[in-house]
């Protein structure tokens, strides 16, 4: 069964940090592009970053850039967020979510059951 | 960057056909074929609908298709069921390495 699975999520005072990570299971995790993706409580879905499938490239909504960085281990089948200079509008679960096709073909396939990540204090 | 433009809500009643649009820019939705359709139910994570404007993936009823005029995306229900109800979300490829999602739309099946 090809399945996401988060952790690492938590409570955490603002300025400080976490690091999530998603477990992918059932796929060749190697051979794919990997997104995060967040939801604020009550609201929509937010595009957060994405990695390529060998780590090589990255991108990231002008809203992290700089405070948070994403990278993968394919040996371990991971994906991780390193997220620091927390604030309160980074409140929110946070989904990792598999890319089917290639970038800029963004089509977000199969998807976590998310983590949730408070911030304050 | 804002996000997409979408409707708060839509309803309809059963066996009805009900049309979610989804505005964005020349920059995005007009200027690329990478627009997708999320479904979510509460507390659940988003299933894939539709993807690159009009298809669907396996498993998906063909009860929902997409279609895209300019700026402006659409997913239409047709047929609407019970289980239809829950939000959903447009998205798309911005042009600037960005993905961009639309606001939700909360569909009520009356």
């Known amino acids: 069964e090809v399945q996401l699975v988060e952790s690492g999520g938590g409570l955490v005072q603002p300025g400080g940090s976490l690091r999530l990570s998603c477990a992918a299971s059932?796929?060749?995790?190697?051979?794919?592009?990997m997104n995060w993706v967040r939801q604020a409580p009550g609201k929509g879905l937010e595009w957060v970053s994405y990695?390529?499938?060998?780590?090589?490239?990255?991108y990231y909504a002008g809203s992290v850039k700089g405070r948070f960085t994403i990278s993968r281990d394919n040996a371990k089948n991971s994906l991780y967020l390193q997220m620091t200079s927390l604030r309160a509008e980074d409140t929110a679960v946070y989904y990792c979510?598999?890319?089917?096709?290639?970038?800029?073909?963004?089509?977000?396939?199969?998807w976590g059951q998310g983590t949730m990540v408070t911030v304050s204090s | 960057q804002s996000a997409l433009t979408q409707p708060a809500s839509v309803s309809g009643s059963p066996g009805q056909s009900i049309t979610i649009s989804c505005t964005g820019t020349s920059s995005d939705i007009g200027d690329y074929n990478y627009v997708s359709w999320y479904q979510q139910h509460p507390g659940k994570a988003p299933k894939l609908m539709i993807f690159?404007?009009?298809n669907r993936p396996s498993g998906v009823p063909d009860r929902f298709s997409g279609s895209k005029s300019g700026n402006t995306a659409s997913l239409t229900i047709s047929g609407l069921q019970a289980e239809d109800e829950a939000d959903y979300y447009c998205?798309?490829?911005?042009?600037?390495?960005?993905?961009?999602f639309g606001g939700g739309t909360k569909v009520t099946v009356l």
């Open positions: 059932g796929f060749n995790f190697y051979n794919y592009e």
């Open positions: 690159d404007v009009t």
């Open positions: 979510a598999r890319g089917f096709f290639l970038w800029p073909r963004i089509t977000l396939d199969v």
């Open positions: 998205s798309s490829y911005t042009g600037s390495s960005t993905l961009l």
């Open positions: 990695i390529r499938s060998s780590g090589a490239t990255v």
